[in-house]
Every structure is written in structure tokens, then in C-alpha cells.
């Protein structure tokens, strides 16, 4: 079946302690995404990539990094800097940039 | 900036009582709106894509309509398993390749039997 993954569903950070999300996909989709969802929010974007080896900021970076170095991986940072990263975050990924954007089931990032 | 409101932020329907949620956007120029479902603690789930004034799509009891200014979703008799968040985003034009979306709030949808 295609489709995206996440993982882990739940993770748990201490302070000044970077943690990784994971996200696959294999609908061999060029763009992938990462967005972060509070609650009473829209959902908000934190980076974006339109093909491997290449990627942009979103509206809410900062704290963050990303890497594409696979078309179907792209794994978030959620580094120290990131004074509030308590929240649900959902990746997406889409056969080209202007395209219907498919979504992962999310993981909820909580802090210790 | 493009903006997009969700009314109501929650709504609460019997089995069978239909009802519309609307989503109020302002874009330079869209490209397309989009709609999603949402259950909780679950990612978002594609529901529609509307690009111009006056399309409709349908999806068993759900219908998207789309005006220059606002989108509708309407729920045609509700049964519980239509509780859900529903989310609407909209696409601008741009002079790059680059497509993004800008979300609204959702509306908080509970169907009691």
C-alpha cells in the first residue's frame, strides 16, 4: 500500500535535548513538508523541500532543521532552540509542489 | 497576507440534521481551495479541491461549493461517523513553483446519535 509514515506516534523530549521525527513516503512524490498543529490553530508550515537535496523555510522555522538527502525520507530536528516544540506535528508530501498535498498520521511531541 | 476563517469553530448536529460550515478566505488570486477531514489524534484526510467561482464536488454526504469569497461545506444527514475536524486551506497563485497553503482554524464537528 502507498502511502506516508510517521514515527515515532508519541516522543518525549527533555530539556536542551534534540529529537528527530521521522517521515517516509513511497508515493514517489517529489515534495514533502512539515507542518505543526496547536490547538485553536491553523496548521502552520515549518519547512518545505520541492525535490532532494533541496529545501526551504516555512513561516515558523526557527528551532528546527530538515535534511533531504532520499526522495521518500524526510526527517525534522526539533533542536533545543525550540523553546515551545509541545505540539502535534504532521508531514505531507505531494506529486509536485502545486499539487493535492497527502498527509501522515502525525506524531505528538510532548515535553519532559 | 492570505487569510482564511472557519465558522462555526464547533458544531453540534443530530443524526439527520444537515448543516453547512463555511470557510471566508482573502487571496491576490487563488489557485484552488482545499478541503480536509481530520479525526482526532489522526493527520488531516483529502477531501476536495474546488479552483473556480460556482464548482461543486460531492463525496457521499458531503458537498464543497466555492464563491469568489467563501466555500461551503455542506453535510447532508449526518450520522456519527461524519464527527470530525474539518479543515479548509487555500492555494494562492505565485510567480514561483511553489504552491502553499494557508489553514483555517476548523470547525469541530459532532453528530450525536
Known amino acids: 500500500d502507498g502511502g506516508i509514515t510517521q514515527s515515532p506516534k508519541y516522543l518525549f523530549r527533555k530539556e536542551g535535548q534534540n529529537v528527530t521525527l521521522s517521515c517516509e513516503q513511497n508515493?514517489?512524490?517529489?515534495?514533502m513538508y512539515w507542518y505543526r498543529q496547536d490547538p485553536g490553530q491553523g496548521l502552520r508550515l515549518i519547512y518545505y523541500?520541492?525535490?532532494?537535496?533541496?529545501?526551504q523555510k516555512g513561516d515558523i522555522a526557527e528551532g528546527y532543521s530538515v535534511s533531504r538527502e532520499k526522495k521518500e525520507s524526510f526527517p525534522l530536528t526539533v533542536t533545543s532552540a525550540q523553546k515551545n516544540p509541545t505540539a502535534f506535528y504532521l508531514c505531507?508530501?505531494?506529486?509536485?509542489?502545486?499539487?493535492?498535498?497527502?498527509f501522515g498520521p502525525g506524531t505528538r511531541l510532548l515535553v519532559l | 497576507e492570505d487569510q482564511v476563517t472557519q465558522s462555526p469553530e464547533a458544531l453540534r448536529l443530530q443524526e439527520g440534521e444537515s448543516s453547512s460550515l463555511n470557510c471566508s478566505y482573502t487571496?491576490?488570486?487563488?489557485?484552488?481551495l482545499f478541503w480536509y477531514r481530520q479525526d482526532p489524534g489522526k493527520g488531516p484526510e483529502f477531501l476536495f479541491t474546488?479552483?473556480?467561482a460556482g464548482e461543486e464536488k460531492e463525496k457521499e454526504r458531503l458537498k464543497a461549493t466555492l464563491t469568489k469569497k467563501e466555500s461551503f461545506l455542506h453535510i447532508t444527514a449526518p450520522k456519527p461517523e461524519d464527527s470530525a475536524t474539518y479543515l479548509c486551506?487555500?492555494?494562492?497563485?505565485?510567480?514561483?513553483?511553489?504552491?502553499?497553503?494557508?489553514f483555517g482554524a476548523g470547525t469541530q464537528v459532532v453528530v450525536t446519535p
Open positions: 474546488l479552483y473556480s
Open positions: 486551506a487555500v492555494q494562492a497563485w505565485t510567480t514561483d513553483s511553489w504552491g502553499k497553503l494557508q
Open positions: 523541500s520541492q525535490i532532494v537535496n533541496d529545501f
Open positions: 508515493l514517489n512524490h517529489d515534495a
Open positions: 487571496v491576490s488570486g487563488l489557485r484552488g
Open positions: 505531507a508530501s505531494s506529486i509536485s509542489p502545486r499539487e493535492t498535498q497527502y
